[in-house]
Nanobody, 128 residues
Framework: QLQFVESGGGLVQPGGSLRLSCAAS????????IGWFRQAPGKEHEGVSC????????YYADSVKGRFTISRDNAKNTVYLQMNSLKPEDTAVYYC?????????????????????WGQGTQVTVSS
């Protein structure tokens, strides 16, 4: 059975940190480009960060550069998003996604938002 589950969301104060996890079962993450996306009320679905399956190259949206870090642990079949210096505008449902396409994979996943599989999402709320 194919499963792709996000966890680690919650309520945090502005300036605080959270670490999101996306664990896969039924398929091997090391064969996929992996991305984190978010959608807030009244906002477009946007690509936050992606990491390639080939050389570990990464992409970050301008709004999160210097604050968020994407990483993967192939032994645990899990991808992470470390979020620091959180702002109220980071409040959203965060989704992970996986894609097997090998040509321009970061552009395809994080910019075009084309993926083979999407998780169900985890809520992140940044508020005082």
């Amino acid at each position: 059975q194919l499963q792709f589950v996000e966890s680690g969301g919650g309520l945090v104060q502005p300036g605080g940190s959270l670490r999101l996890s996306c664990a896969a079962s039924g398929f091997t993450l090391e064969n996929y480009t992996i991305g984190w996306f978010r959608q807030a009320p009244g906002k477009e679905h946007e690509g936050v960060s992606c990491i390639s399956s080939s050389d570990g190259s990464t992409y970050y949206a301008d709004s999160v550069k210097g604050r968020f870090t994407i990483s993967r642990d192939n032994a645990k079949n899990t991808v992470y998003l470390q979020m620091n210096s959180l702002k109220p505008e980071d409040t959203a449902v965060y989704y992970c996604a996986a894609d097997r396409y090998k040509v321009a994979p970061l552009f395809r996943l994080c910019v075009l938002r084309e993926a083979d599989y999407w998780g169900q999402g985890t809520q992140v709320t940044v508020s005082s």
